[in-house]
């Protein structure tokens, strides 16, 4: 019978640590994320009763018609024994309790581990095509080398002397940052901004006009943007240069964008390259007395 962890502890990680073999380094610290969602949000965390298989699943504010299904993983040695298609049954009556419809394998924003299931990770892929989930759509991480050469100098020079003033986000201008974030792209980019571990921001007569975050995942880059107004000048190159050097300040030799959207600007702008990809899954499901 599988059962809710109501409070989990370190030792409820060890599936999800061995399990996710290209995600070892970042396993644990994601699973934390996944446990403390923003306010509002509704989640269980699923496991068998020897805990060689977790799930998490979550409701998000927007559409609490659609669950998400942020997280499944079987520990390797415990494999073709059906504890997958266990906590997926599991996870689709929490689902259906909470009156959700429809069920995505796909990222949650903003609080969510990865955009669908890594190609990679073979026998997920083919667990969620066995139990009825359809493929939906694609998604991209790129990997960025941190080993080159990420100055920025001389563009900052070049944006003081049109009064623009790029710098790190600290204290009563991370606030700034996050209202202003809040204001061009909504509720999730300002929490994951609020959650990152570094901002930078660039600011002309006290408004900003872009910001960039790191570290809301380990080793991972973004979310950032440009203000439409300020979009042509080369603030989003120097923000994300200096994340990047943050980012390896750290130790890291890589770091992944997280679910790209404009791969050209991240390949023209540090040499990133497509590193990962992730497929995204759907299915109705049926709610008794529909």
Do not use: K
């Given at each position: 019978m599988i059962q809710t962890i109501a409070a989990p502890r370190p030792e409820d990680f060890r599936t999800v640590t061995q399990a996710l073999s290209h995600d070892q380094d970042a396993a644990a610290a994601v699973l934390a994320r996944l446990i403390a969602p923003p306010a509002g949000r509704s989640h269980a965390l699923l496991a068998t009763p020897d805990g060689d298989g977790v799930a998490a699943v979550s409701i998000s504010t927007r559409d609490p018609a659609v669950g998400h299904w942020d997280l499944l993983a079987v520990h390797p040695g415990a494999r073709r024994r059906g504890?997958?298609?266990?906590?997926?049954?599991?996870?689709?009556?929490?689902?259906?309790?909470?009156?959700?419809?429809?069920?995505?394998?796909?990222?949650?924003?903003?609080?969510?581990?990865?955009?669908?299931?890594?190609?990679?990770?073979?026998?997920?892929?083919?667990?969620?095509?066995e139990v009825g989930y359809a493929q939906t759509g694609t998604a991209w991480n790129m990997t960025a080398d941190l080993t080159v050469d990420l100055d920025s100098a001389g563009d900052e020079q070049r944006l003081a002397g049109e009064g623009i003033q790029v710098q790190r986000?600290?204290?009563?201008?991370?606030?700034?940052?996050?209202?202003?974030?809040?204001?061009?792209?909504?509720?999730?980019?300002?929490?994951?901004?609020?959650?990152?571990?570094?901002?930078?921001?660039?600011?002309?007569?006290?408004?900003?006009?872009?910001?960039?975050?790191?570290?809301?995942?380990?080793?991972?880059?973004?979310?950032?943007?440009t203000a439409e107004s300020a979009r042509g000048l080369g603030i989003g190159a120097v923000l994300l240069r200096r994340c990047l050097r943050d980012l390896r300040a750290t130790g890291a030799r890589s770091a992944e964008i997280g679910w790209v959207g404009p791969k050209r600007f991240y390949s023209l702008a540090v040499g990133a390259a497509v590193g990962r990809v992730f497929w995204q899954y759907g299915r109705d499901l049926v709610v008794e007395g529909a």
């Open positions: 504890l997958g298609r266990s906590l997926v049954a599991a996870g689709e009556e929490w689902f259906a309790r909470h009156g959700v419809r429809h069920a995505r394998i796909a990222g949650n924003p903003p609080c969510y581990g990865w955009p669908g299931i890594d190609v990679r990770y073979t026998a997920a892929a083919c667990l969620a095509e986000a600290t204290d009563r201008l991370r606030d700034t940052a996050a209202a202003f974030v809040r204001q061009h792209w909504g509720e999730n980019w300002a929490w994951e901004a609020t959650q990152a571990s570094g901002c930078h921001v660039a600011v002309r007569n006290e408004a900003v006009l872009g910001f960039a975050a790191w570290g809301a995942r380990p080793h991972w880059f973004g979310p950032m943007g």
